[in-house]
């Protein structure tokens, strides 16, 4: 079977290997879509922090069964949880996967879907049941939002700050929405916040770039500030500087990943009695939630595609994704 593999940063080159055969519990299944990701994005440029080479890039997928196993046969078509739990550790036992102590994701501690075929296991399947192979590629990444919301607790009402309106954050602002929360894009991207408002029906966008932030958030919120603050960034200045963006009694949950230190005041976070918490993945209750909102048009996959490429074409394309001025949002690899 023909693979892409990221060698290291900035170089992708494809090659064959052996097409997998199933195992135990396993089954095979026939690659069909790929989205790509900030991860991915990340990995190709070495900023990735959980991240070796060379790998096989790829966990937003859409699949067809080619191995029959458990409750799926031949040609089921699926999404994977692309989290690979080890079953056995605290956080395994008390209903935390996403946050396996063991976890190998596929694309980043081992080998994803950028490959015509690849073997998982059975129970990290998702039936397709109705939705179409964009959808089911789309799902993973909307699951990640949907469980920052989730760790937030948003409440009816609530002002949710969301920053960075990549396409992590702008499926955290839908199921902010969908939660019953007033939702703040904040980006430095005029064309990413024209989106939040146009199509996402976002309440409230600011451009950091050429506004007052802090001004801005108090006469949205009538100076009590934001409840909620979802940093989607993974940019070191942006993390930190959100801390500021809280009100007292806020949640703070950092979705987005970066290398470096947290810094804030201790005395202004202290005051406020905030609450500091990490997102990291999403569990299967989260894939759910997120079924059941594209089954009911709560969520339309089909604003995030704004670039098609044919598998063959991914190495050519790949470097054009990281420039903002190419406005990607969600690029789709169709195998």
Request: charged share 20%; hydrophobic share 40%.
């Amino acid at each position: 079977m023909r693979v892409l593999v990221c060698e290291e940063p900035g170089k992708l080159v494809y090659t064959d290997r052996p097409k997998p055969e199933a195992t135990d519990s396993n089954v095979i299944l026939r690659i069909r879509r790929v989205g790509i990701c900030g991860t991915d994005l990340h990995a190709y440029e070495g900023t990735q922090p959980y991240f070796n080479y060379p790998r096989v890039l790829g966990h937003e997928l859409a699949a067809e069964v080619v191995t029959s196993g458990s409750d799926f046969k031949v040609g089921d078509l699926v999404t994977v949880i692309p989290y690979i739990n080890c079953q056995t550790c605290l956080a395994c036992r008390s209903g935390k996967p996403n946050c396996c102590s063991n976890i190998k994701v596929l694309g980043v501690h081992t080998d994803g879907g950028m490959a015509e075929y690849i073997e998982v296991p059975s129970r990290l399947l998702i039936s397709a049941d109705g939705l179409s192979m964009d959808e089911l590629a789309l799902v993973e990444p909307l699951a990640i939002g949907a469980h920052g919301v989730r760790r937030a607790g948003v409440q009816k009402n609530e002002f949710v700050l969301v920053v960075g309106a990549g396409p992590i954050g702008l499926g955290t602002m839908e199921f902010a929405r969908i939660a019953g929360g007033k939702v703040i894009a904040l980006d430095i991207n005029d064309q990413r916040l024209a989106f939040c408002a146009g199509k996402l029906n976002v309440d409230y966008t600011i451009n950091a770039l050429n506004e007052d932030v802090l001004s801005r958030l108090q006469e949205i919120t009538n100076g009590d500030m934001p409840a909620v603050v979802i940093d989607a960034t993974g940019n070191q200045k942006a993390i930190n500087n959100s801390f500021q963006y809280m009100s007292h009694g806020a949640r703070y949950v950092l979705i987005g990943l970066q290398k470096g230190e947290i810094n804030f005041s201790h005395p202004e976070f202290h005051k406020r009695e905030a609450t500091l918490m990490s997102s990291r993945n999403a569990t299967r209750g989260d894939f759910d939630h997120v079924l059941w909102a594209m089954k009911n048009k709560l969520v339309d996959p089909a604003n995030y595609i704004t670039h098609r490429v044919e598998f063959d074409e991914v190495a050519k394309e790949f470097h054009k994704w990281i420039d903002p001025a190419n406005g990607v949002i969600k690029a789709m690899v169709e195998l």
